[in-house]
């Protein structure tokens, strides 16, 4: 780990239980400690302007809500000047969604509700951080969209959504599908999101079943494609 680049990874939580989930125990491993902001709550200043690590966390509401979640403003602002500034960022889900926007894309409510797990697409681009997710399902739980920014680079699609995953330069990278959740953390989803699944009549046990079956090889994906993102920062 280079000596100069911050030790502390930041993160910005719009729903408690999603966290930084599998990629905590890589973070600790590297070196580095861990500290969230919880978006609503916390002031967001001191995460959008820090020269290390930002990851800005999913959660349920959507980027357009902002007369509704007044708070939502700040962040897009705060947000716009940092990736300004080119400093490492990594959004997921809601937090995909968010760098969209603040780099001039429209978000807006999709066809249908994607969530469950499935396998990408990974486009061709040169050195995709992506590509070791080739042939492995990952865990898409989203009803907002988002169109492509004009300077960033498609790394991945699914059968519903062209958009999944993409790329400005090394430091910034959006992420609309769950590349963190951790296999053993995937029940309080299921009971904090219950009524969204029921209202879109997803299969509950099936959902469980497949994170049985999938999340301990998404896992160790996550850890290849996190170490690979944060080597190429520092670098």
Same mark, same amino acid.
């Given at each position: ?48 302007? =820090? ?12 980027? =357009?809500?902002?007369? $509704? ?54 486009? =061709? ?54 590349? %963190?959740?951790?296999? $053993? ?10 009524? %969204? ?16 079956? =999938?999340?301990?090889?998404? %896992? ?16």
């Amino acid at each position: 780990m280079d000596s100069n680049f911050p030790k502390t990874i930041y993160a910005i939580q719009h729903l408690a239980f999603e966290d930084l989930g599998s990629f905590e125990d890589v973070f600790y491993d590297l070196g580095y400690r861990v500290r969230y902001f919880e978006a609503g709550v916390d002031d967001l200043s001191k995460a959008l302007s =820090y020269e290390g690590l930002t990851i800005i966390l999913g959660g349920p509401i959507g980027v =357009y809500e902002t007369a $509704d979640y007044p708070f939502l403003k700040d962040e897009i602002k705060l947000l716009k000047q940092r990736l300004a500034k080119n400093l490492p960022t990594i959004g997921i889900c809601l937090g995909a969604q968010l760098i969209a926007h603040a780099l001039g894309a429209k978000v807006y409510a999709g066809h249908q509700k994607e969530i469950g797990w499935s396998t990408l697409d990974i486009r =061709y681009a040169k050195n995709n951080i992506l590509a070791p997710l080739a042939e492995t399902p990952v865990l898409h739980w989203h009803g907002d969209t988002f169109d492509l920014p004009d300077e960033a680079v498609l790394l991945a699609s699914s059968k519903i959504y062209s958009n999944q995953a993409f790329q400005v330069g090394k430091n910034i990278l959006a992420l609309q599908f769950h590349l %963190e959740v951790a296999s $053993d953390s995937l029940e309080k989803w299921l009971i904090g999101h219950t009524c %969204e699944l029921r209202k879109a009549n997803i299969d509950i046990s099936a959902l469980r079943a497949d994170n049985a079956k =999938y999340a301990m090889q998404l %896992e160790s994906a996550a850890e290849v494609i996190i170490k690979d993102f944060l080597k190429n920062t520092i670098a």
